[in-house]
T-cell receptor, first 114, second 110 residues
């Protein structure tokens, strides 16, 4: 299966811990996007990356959140010192050329902060 | 600032009839438009797209219409099937970001 793979599917963290969400894009895709969906809301853009570069992080909170897409390995969304308000579904998507081609989504990571 | 709006949170349609989902956008720079379908506990699945140089694109039971002067996008599903019951998101793109609407929950009644 060459689809977008996200893991873990479910992640439970206590307040103050770190959360690491992983995303492997579709084969041949070098553009990765992270979105967050809060309950009863739509998908909110967080960050757009290409290999080894952050292209647009205008949707990322300024503190505690970071993302990377290294030359080798999956893209990582990292949330430090999680708070209850971070509880959400986090979706990763990849695309072939970043514009005028569709995003293909993974099944998401549901983060619960207790 | 919601640049893509879906004003109908829900829609119910009888099986076999047409489903029409609507979407409005505010940014005249948007040049690529998409529709996604989402089941609970899954990621959105790409359905169909259209570029701003066209006003219609068809793929099987799905047709997307674009009215640039009205900044309006619609998705027609005909005939509707129970398996089409899901949340539908419209999205549009300019530059680096894809902007998504808040979704319309479609229920197709057998």
């Amino acid at each position: 299966n060459a689809g977008v793979m996200q893991n873990p599917r479910h992640l439970v963290r206590r307040r103050g811990q770190e959360a690491r969400l992983r995303c492997s894009p579709m084969k041949g895709h070098s553009h990765v996007y992270w979105y967050r969906q809060l309950p009863e809301e739509g998908l909110k853009f967080m960050v757009y990356l290409q290999k080894e570069n952050i292209i647009d992080e205008s949707g990322m909170p300024k503190e505690r959140f970071s993302a990377e897409f290294p030359k080798e390995g999956p893209s990582i969304l990292r949330i430090q010192q999680v708070v209850r308000g971070d509880s959400a579904a986090y979706f990763c998507a990849s695309s072939l050329d970043g514009h005028n081609s569709p995003l293909h989504f993974g099944n998401g990571t549901r983060l619960t902060v207790t | 600032d919601q640049q893509v709006k879906q004003n109908s949170p829900s829609l119910s349609v009888q099986e076999g009839r047409i489903s029409i989902l609507n979407c409005d956008y505010t940014n005249s720079m948007f040049d690529y438009f998409l529709w996604y379908k989402k089941y609970p506990a899954e990621g959105p699945t790409f359905l169909i797209s259209i570029s701003s140089i066209k006003d219609k694109n068809e793929d099987g039971r799905f047709t997307v219409f674009l009215n640039k002067s009205a900044k309006h996008l619609s998705l027609h599903i005909v005939p509707s099937q129970p398996g089409d019951s899901a949340v539908y998101f419209c999205a549009s793109n300019t530059g680096n970001q894809f902007y998504f609407g808040t979704g319309t929950s479609l229920t197709v009644i057998p």
